[in-house]
Antibody, heavy 121, light 107 residues
C-alpha cells in the first residue's frame, strides 16, 4: 500500500524559514518523481515544486522560485521542501504527491494528507 | 500558464442522481487532463487521467470525456462517499495547473 506522510508545518513569522519533509513507502521511491502541491485555505490547488527521481531536475512555480528549494534523500525515502523568506501568501496546506507522466507534464497519482504552514506575525 | 475554469462552483444533488462537472481550458490541451476528488481532511485522489482513463481502483460510475478545451467528469449515480470537491488539472503545458474546483454537495 502506498503511504505518503508530510510533516514539518507550523506557525512562522514573515521572512522566516521552515523545512517540510515527506516520507513515502509502498513503492520504489528512488524511481519516482515527486511533487509538492499547496492549497490556500478556501481556495484551489496550486502546484509548487517537483523533483525527478534522481534529484537532478527541480522545477518550481514562479511564486516560490528563488525562495523554496526541493531536495530528496532516496536512501530514506524522503522528499524535502526548504522554504525561506516566507510570506503571508505562502500560508497553505502543503501536500506531497507521487508524480506520473513526465517531469514537465505530470499527473499526481498518490497523495499524502498534508501539513499546514501558517505565516503570520 | 493555462487557466482552467470549472463549473458550476457548487452542485447540489441527491444520492443516486447523475453529476455532470465541467472543466474548460483557455487553449487546447488535447486530452491532457486529469480529475481529482478531495474530501476535507483527506488526501486528494486521482480519478481520471488523459481525459478519459480511470485511475487504478476507481469505480466505473466515474467517467471522463472531452478534448481540446472542453472536458466533463460524470458520476453516473452518486454514492454517499462521492460528495466532495472535484478538481481538474492539465499537463499539456508547463507549469501544471488546476481548476478552482466544483463542490458536489448533498441536496
Amino acid at each position: 500500500e502506498v503511504q505518503i506522510l508530510a510533516s514539518g508545518g507550523g506557525l512562522v513569522q514573515p521572512g522566516g524559514s521552515l523545512r517540510l519533509s515527506c516520507v513515502a513507502s509502498g513503492f520504489t521511491f528512488s524511481k519516482s518523481s515527486m511533487t509538492w502541491v499547496r492549497q490556500v485555505p478556501g481556495r484551489g490547488l496550486e502546484w509548487v515544486s517537483s523533483l525527478s527521481d534522481t534529484g537532478g531536475s527541480p522545477y518550481y512555480a514562479d511564486s516560490v522560485k528563488g525562495r523554496f528549494t526541493v531536495s530528496r534523500d532516496n536512501s530514506n525515502n524522503t522528499l524535502y521542501l526548504q522554504m525561506n523568506s516566507l510570506r503571508a501568501d505562502d500560508t497553505a496546506m502543503y501536500y506531497c504527491a507521487r508524480q506520473t507522466g513526465t517531469d514537465v507534464a505530470p499527473y499526481f497519482d498518490s497523495w499524502g494528507q498534508g501539513t499546514l504552514v501558517s505565516v503570520s506575525s | 500558464e493555462v487557466v482552467l475554469t470549472q463549473s458550476p462552483a457548487t452542485l447540489s444533488l441527491f444520492p443516486g442522481e447523475r453529476a455532470t462537472l465541467s472543466c474548460r481550458a483557455r487553449q487546447s490541451i488535447v486530452t491532457f487532463l486529469a480529475w481529482y476528488q478531495h474530501k476535507p481532511g483527506q488526501a486528494p485522489r486521482l480519478l481520471i487521467y488523459d481525459g478519459s482513463n480511470r485511475a487504478t481502483g476507481i469505480p466505473a460510475r466515474f467517467s471522463g470525456s472531452g478534448s481540446g478545451t472542453d472536458f466533463t467528469l460524470t458520476i453516473s449515480s452518486l454514492e454517499p462517499e462521492d460528495f466532495a470537491v472535484y478538481y481538474c488539472q492539465q499537463r499539456a503545458y508547463y507549469p501544471p495547473t488546476f481548476g478552482q474546483g466544483t463542490k458536489v454537495e448533498i441536496k
